[in-house]
């Protein structure tokens, strides 16, 4: 057992949160096997090492999905877009903003624009469509 | 069951009413009963009533026996009957009550808002509803990449729509009781593309019971059907751990386990009851249950391959989306159905004399699916 008994927290949600404060987006790979995860888990799925580092994903990457939620939960103020984005092997959930009229779509070109935290001091990553 | 739809009375009262019809239906006596599963997904959020499995149990005659109460979001009481039919399978209980009970309609005082905040909570905490991600939204994204993929369209996902509420004028339990066409469908509004509201099941309070009892016991029944598969498993979660977004795989692996104890494949099953809590649940789940091939469930919906008088019959009861979906009484109101159809007692809505059916019942962003195959007695 090792002495500090919270030691796997530095890898966990807390240093993804601070991380993305500062605009940057963690996700960890495994030491073991390489897979990589868009966001924090404590045991890879792919091989079951416990061995996983926190690793910066790619600020930019395509939409994989997106919707336009026009009926939010309370505590938000629609409507908005949720998508999910690819960032390189990885895919992360986030908040969807597009300058253009146009609504987002899948395959579009996403580069990270800010932090939102409207849910209880919890942040989620923005993403916005990049226009020609 | 109950009728499922708008329900005043407390959740305990609600479950007696399905699970005095259960006792009636298989002839039973609450002291014939040697355990209760029991599946609520969401009573502490939506009317702050928790520890439900001894209370439903004082309530229906069975206090003494164990009780446990299951949650996994939408999989809830599937869950509950997968533990049920393992445990009388194993020889630990003999005959057992199953069932679920949830309210979800403003009867419980929460507004759409604040019921679409408790549904959500089934989706990742850290990582998905700080986006403000809904579950419409979780079935969207899901709904929108197999769009992209094969070019199902919102007409075909309209489709059905069409056909669940046409059946769902046939089942007298059923929330919704009125046609709709495709057109209405794609005019209603936009709750988040592709869906428009007539893609949604609705709110729904209501309740189901079932009677499961070991296969020597099964005899002294009345009208006995066999349970030959339950399958289950889970994927990754959140959505993007998902390798495949749209291939619904807890779904696929829930399936094939099911398949194998039963010893059939697809094209052995007459017909499915499936988790149409939005149309492209519904045509994913064609998919993953082995009805058509990877992309060919839009289109076998707008063919009419799944209408009760197609060849691959899915949701006579109307599904989710016209039957209603009370989260914790869905899965066990999927065994209801698949027990009056293969009965032959399903009038207005019955299918040609079908001997084996499968009901799929998923939970949350897919994370969990518990596949059910059930038989007519020889």
């Known amino acids: 057992m090792s002495a500090n008994m919270d030691e796997t927290v530095s890898v966990g949600y807390e240093a993804w949160a601070d991380a993305l404060r500062s605009e940057r987006v963690l996700g960890v790979s495994c030491s073991d096997c390489g897979a990589t995860y868009g966001t924090p888990i404590s045991v890879c799925h792919d091989c079951g090492s416990q061995d996983l580092e926190l690793v910066d994903l790619p600020t930019d990457g395509t939409l994989y999905s997106v919707t336009r939620v026009a009926v939010p939960p309370t505590g938000f103020e629609g409507p908005y877009h949720v998508g999910i984005v690819q960032l390189g092997a990885a895919r992360v959930t986030a908040r969807i903003e597009t300058a253009a009229e146009d609504n987002p779509e899948i395959g579009d070109p996403v580069v990270l624009s800010g932090v939102m935290e409207a849910d209880d001091g919890h942040p989620a990553p923005v993403f916005e469509v990049e226009t020609d | 069951m109950t009728t499922f739809g708008v329900h005043e009375s407390s959740l305990p009262e609600l479950f007696a009413t399905a699970a005095l019809s259960a006792y009636d239906d298989a002839g039973v006596d609450p002291a014939d009963i040697d355990a209760f599963y029991f599946g609520n997904a969401m009573g502490g959020q939506t009317e702050n009533d928790t520890h439900l499995a001894p209370t439903l149990a004082t309530e229906v005659g069975l206090a003494g ?13 599937a869950n509950a009957f997968k533990n049920a039919v393992q445990a009388v399978e194993a ?16 009867e419980t005082g929460k507004g759409t808002g604040e019921m679409t905040r408790i549904f959500a909570s089934a989706s990742h905490r850290q990582y998905e509803q700080p986006t403000g991600l809904t579950f419409p939204g979780v079935f969207a994204l899901l709904t929108k990449r197999h769009m992209h993929e094969y070019g199902t369209t919102e007409e075909q996902l309209a489709h059905v729509a069409v056909k669940n509420h046409g059946n769902g004028t046939r089942n007298p339990r ?17 709750v988040a593309d592709p869906f428009h509201l007539m893609d949604c099941c609705p709110f729904s309070d209501g309740a189901a019971a079932v009677v499961v009892t070991s296969d020597d016991s099964a005899a002294s029944f009345d009208d006995p059907v066999d349970v030959t598969g339950v399958g289950h498993a889970t994927d990754l979660v959140p959505l993007g751990l998902k390798p495949t977004l749209h291939a619904t795989q807890a779904a696929r692996d829930a399936a094939a386990q099911a398949y194998e104890q039963a010893g059939v494949t697809a094209d052995e099953i007459d017909f499915a ?31 009419g391959r799944t209408a009760l008088d197609g060849d691959r019959p899915i949701n006579p009861s109307g599904g989710l989306k016209a039957k209603g979906h009370p989260i914790g009484a869905t899965g066990v109101a999927q065994i209801v159905e698949l027990t009056e159809q293969l009965r032959g007692e399903a009038g207005d809505r019955q299918l040609d004399d079908p001997q084996r059916g499968l009901a799929h019942n998923l939970g949350g962003d897919a994370g969990t699916t518990v596949i059910s195959i059930m038989e007519a007695r020889a």
């Open chain 2, 91 to 106: 020889g630990i209980h003999d005959t057992v009550l199953v069932g679920g009970v949830e309210r979800c309609t403003p």
């Open chain 2, 174 to 190: 059923a929330h919704f009781g009125s046609e709709t066409t495709v057109e209405e469908v794609l005019d209603s509004p936009v």
């Open chain 2, 65 to 77: 026996v164990p009780a446990q109460r299951f949650e996994d979001a939408c999989a809830t009481s």
């Open chain 2, 273 to 303: 009851e499936v988790h149409d809590c939005f149309t492209g649940a519904e045509v994913l789940a064609s998919e993953a249950i082995g009805f058509f091939e990877d992309g060919q469930g839009g289109p076998a919906a707008e063919a």
